[in-house]
């Protein structure tokens, strides 16, 4: 802000040159502005004094036109940072009436005495709305001077375009003799190398085609002559062997009185979009057999609006609509409603991705009828100024009816495995890598989630004397095709149970006649080891009872049968009967004892036939 000592000056010359004066602290980043700052622009309601402080976004930043807004923002900021250089600069701003005027600004940045930055930067605005308006008149005229003097030469413009004609179009003037008027650099090069011909203005054009073209061209220039513009495609095969097309167009050439002169002839060559078309249409072909003949339905959208614009026909069978039905419907109301929000997110999701992604969602048909499907999904793709993304849906009703039933199967086999002890198992040759059924990791006492499964892991449960016949076993069964004969081996698992296994199973061989995996079961047969052997312990009991039988009740029975015999016959006194019957009664306790030990062996024999007949 100005000192008091030399304000009054200060201020009168920004007033004689109507000038808006302002000046900025870089280091308190303070704007103040002088009276006539706000004057010209029609605002004396925000004049506090002569010079005042205001904050640079309300008093300069909002009034900028905001086309102008950012380049004066970033030109002042420029500046500030490289004081050295001129600050001036020309931008709009609002004047209270509404309309914009246009103000020069420029600045210096001061110094003192010493010549160092003071980080103060003095300026004023200035109004050159009129001058400016002067500026675009001037412009105006002159452009439209310019446009008259191409007017005054546009007589001239047609040898010119001849000249500077593009390289694959070439302009020919043929007056009404058929001899040439004139001709572009590019007919010359064309004559030259397609036709082998030399041109020269006067000569006639039927010197340089071909001999048979001639009737053709002359019909074509006839009709030029007698008025008629029109234009035809032909074309025929040069003498390099290639084939070219040409879009002719044929116009007379008619004088201010209305006389026609000639001819101008305007041939293009279009081989090359000739081409570019026939490409096309193999693509569009290819297009069309890949897009109507794919297995799961296609249907591509707009990637801003969610609108489908083609479908293919499976589309049609998997939706239940028609296509003209299907295009321009959102995509959404291909959903169910609860799946909704998921889908529009995921829709998102696919528009912003560059690469291949999946997921497996329902769709509702025509009928209403809820279908599992797979969504793929490429990256979107750009048709003109428009964003397509294109995504394929493959019906997975029947997948998952047999991957359902699938796994009923495997569940059923895996309780009858668990009803008949039997885990079976697939272990890839030679690596070992296997897979085990839950019947498998129960018979091992292990849990799925503890272990991985692997032939070794099962080889290190066998017990040390079966050992060598297993490993034995292993390698015959992993080396010769087919079904292995069947080993039994007792193995002691995780938990330190011994059990008694059978296993067996059937090797295959790949394609290079290589054994490259076996698949086999095991059955717990451990009950059944343990019955066998009750069986056997049952035999010997019955055999002990049998001996019991024969030998311990018989003998005290004879004696007690003898004794009754001798007392009943009388043949002995009283004396000896009283001894015979002390020997009874003996003999009776000999036989009640071995009765006892008879039937404790029946009892014990008993319990046994009840264990068998539980396992």
């Not at 905001?66 to 600069?89: G, H, V, W």
């Not at 007017?151 to 694959?168: G, M």
């Not at 036709?195 to 006639?204: I, R």
């Not at 019906?395 to 495997?410: G, H, M, N």
Request: glycine residues 6%.
């Amino acid at each position: 802000m100005p000192t008091n000592s030399y304000s009054s000056k200060y201020e009168t010359l920004l007033a004689v040159g109507q000038l808006g004066g302002w000046e900025y602290n870089v280091l308190t980043q303070e704007l103040w502005c002088n009276g006539y700052y706000f004057e010209m622009l029609g605002r004396p309601e925000y004049i506090v004094s002569d010079w005042a402080k205001y904050s640079i976004k309300e008093v300069w930043e909002s009034w900028l036109h905001p086309a102008d807004l950012q380049k004066a923002k970033e030109y002042f900021s420029d500046y500030i940072l490289n004081p050295e250089k001129e600050y001036k600069q020309q931008f709009r701003m609002l004047h209270a009436n509404g309309e914009y005027l246009t103000i020069l600004s420029r600045a210096m940045a001061m110094r003192n005495e010493a010549g160092d930055l003071t980080g103060m930067i003095i300026g004023t605005h200035f109004d050159i709305t009129q001058t400016q308006a002067l500026t675009e008149n001037f412009i105006t005229t002159q452009k439209e001077y310019e446009k008259t003097k191409k007017q005054v030469i546009k007589d001239n413009a047609f040898l010119k375009a001849i000249i500077n004609s593009p390289k694959d179009l070439f302009v020919i003037a043929i007056d009404k003799n058929y001899r040439f008027l004139g001709f572009s650099d590019a007919y010359v090069e064309f004559a030259k190398t397609a036709l082998k011909k030399e041109v020269a203005v006067g000569m006639s054009a039927f010197d340089v085609i071909p001999a048979d073209l001639v009737p053709f061209a002359k019909a074509n220039y006839d009709k030029a002559i007698a008025g008629e513009s029109f234009v035809i495609t032909n074309n025929f095969i040069f003498p390099d062997g290639k084939r070219r097309f040409y879009e002719n167009k044929y116009s007379p050439i008619i004088d201010q009185h209305g006389k026609i002169l000639g001819l101008t002839l305007f041939s293009n060559d279009i081989t090359i979009l000739k081409e570019q078309q026939e490409e096309t249409r193999i693509v569009d072909l290819r297009y069309a057999a890949l897009f109507d003949g794919a297995e799961d339905a296609i249907l591509i959208a707009d990637a801003t609006s969610g609108f489908l614009v083609d479908v293919n026909d499976r589309a049609t069978q998997l939706f239940g609509y028609t296509k003209a039905e299907l295009v321009g419907m959102h995509q959404t109301k291909l959903h169910p409603p609860e799946e909704l929000e998921t889908v529009a997110s995921l829709f998102q999701k696919f528009t912003k991705n560059n690469g291949y992604q999946f997921v497996d969602t329902h769709i509702i048909d025509q009928k209403g009828k809820i279908k599992p499907v797979r969504i793929t999904a490429g990256a979107p793709f750009r048709a003109g100024k428009y964003l397509f993304l294109a995504a394929y849906f493959r019906d997975l009703s029947s997948e998952r009816a047999v991957i359902e039933k699938a796994l009923t199967i495997q569940e059923m086999l895996s309780k009858a495995e668990g009803i008949a002890h039997v885990g079976s198992f697939e272990v890839v040759l030679p690596d070992g890598h296997a897979v085990w059924s839950d019947e498998m990791f129960r018979i091992l006492d292990f849990s799925p989630n503890e272990v991985l499964a692997h032939k070794d892991r099962f080889t290190q449960l066998v017990i040390e004397e079966d050992q060598d016949a297993y490993s034995k076993w292993m390698v015959k069964a992993s080396t010769i095709e087919g079904e292995a004969e069947a080993i039994q081996v007792k193995i002691q698992t995780s938990k330190g149970k011994l059990k008694h296994v059978i296993v067996n199973g059937v090797s295959y061989k790949n394609a290079q006649g290589e054994i490259y995996k076996f698949i086999g079961v095991v059955k717990d047969i451990t009950t059944r080891v343990a019955t066998l052997e009750n069986l056997r312990l049952q035999n010997l009991r019955l055999r002990e009872i049998a001996w019991a039988q024969s030998h311990l009740v018989r003998g005290p029975l004879s004696d007690i049968l003898g004794i009754t015999k001798i007392i009943k016959e009388k043949i002995v006194d009283d004396e000896e009967k009283e001894a015979l019957i002390s020997q009874l009664h003996i003999a009776a306790e000999t036989l009640d004892k071995a009765v006892k030990e008879v039937v404790n062996n029946a009892a014990s024999f008993d319990e046994s036939i009840q264990f068998v007949k539980n396992t």
